[in-house]
């Protein structure tokens, strides 16, 4: 039981150059989610789904894509990057309840020069 | 909107005393509460909850939090800090009725010396 995994670990992008993170759960949840750490700001969140097929927008969605195709994995996408995205990306999965623990995978660490 | 506010960006303490992580938030209804630990380079894990069961709640490794509806606070504490308690700690909360997500404090980073 791996619980949730991230690829890449680590990523760096020129500006304007696009790339796709891989968030995996094998714990057969309903809802995942994408978040950025930034220092200073806690967690925010990105976009999230509510099961497969189904996506929606956070806190902060611009710039982002999102993609739920199997209930498994939620892809995030960054179409053309920006410096101002360089951060560490977080997804988690939960439950379909409003009191269940999120679980949080390793994280990617992305810069972008 | 909601929001949730811990006081103090960083906290030191000395091996065996008491830890106090603050949390504030701000909701006319009482949400879930959450105290993650974040410990350097990984995810998030749960310590504890707050669901609308008992307001003093236990968590992992000695932790537990007492949620103060007229105070809206969530405060994480620990009778005796030991040095592997050392991590970021982060304070969020859920809205009643949403789909569980998370609204994060911007986390406190516990020292802990010898």
């Known amino acids: 039981n791996a619980g949730v995994t991230q690829t890449p670990k680590f990523r760096v992008l020129k500006t304007g150059q696009s790339m796709t993170l891989l968030c995996a759960q094998d714990m057969n949840h309903e809802y995942m989610y994408w978040y950025r750490q930034d220092p200073g700001m806690g967690l925010r969140l990105i976009h999230y789904s509510v099961g497969e097929g189904t996506t929606a927008k956070g806190e902060v969605p611009d710039g982002y894509n999102v993609s739920r195709l199997k209930k498994q994995n939620f892809l995030l996408g960054l179409e053309s990057a920006a410096p101002s995205q360089t951060s560490v990306y977080f997804c988690?999965?939960?439950?379909?309840?409003?009191?269940?623990?999120?679980?949080f995978g390793p994280g990617t660490r992305l810069t972008v020069l | 909107a909601q929001s949730v506010t811990q006081l103090g960006s960083h906290v030191s303490v000395s091996e065996g005393a008491l830890v106090l992580l603050r949390c504030n938030y701000s909701?006319?209804?009482?949400?879930?509460l959450f105290w993650y630990v974040q410990y350097p380079n990984q995810g998030l894990q749960l310590l504890l909850k707050?669901?609308?069961?008992?307001?003093l709640v236990k968590g992992i490794n000695g932790f537990e939090a007492e949620f103060k509806k007229s105070e809206t606070s969530f405060h994480l504490t620990k009778p005796s800090a030991h040095m592997s308690d050392a991590a970021e700690y982060f304070c969020?909360?859920?809205?009643?009725?949403?789909?569980?997500?998370?609204?994060f404090g911007a986390g406190t980073r516990l020292a802990v010396h010898p």
């Open positions: 969020a909360v859920s809205e009643r009725g949403g789909y569980n997500k998370l609204i």
């Open positions: 909701s006319s209804v009482p949400p879930y």
């Open positions: 707050y669901t609308s069961a008992a307001t």
């Open positions: 988690a999965s939960s439950q379909r309840t409003t009191t269940d623990t999120q679980y």
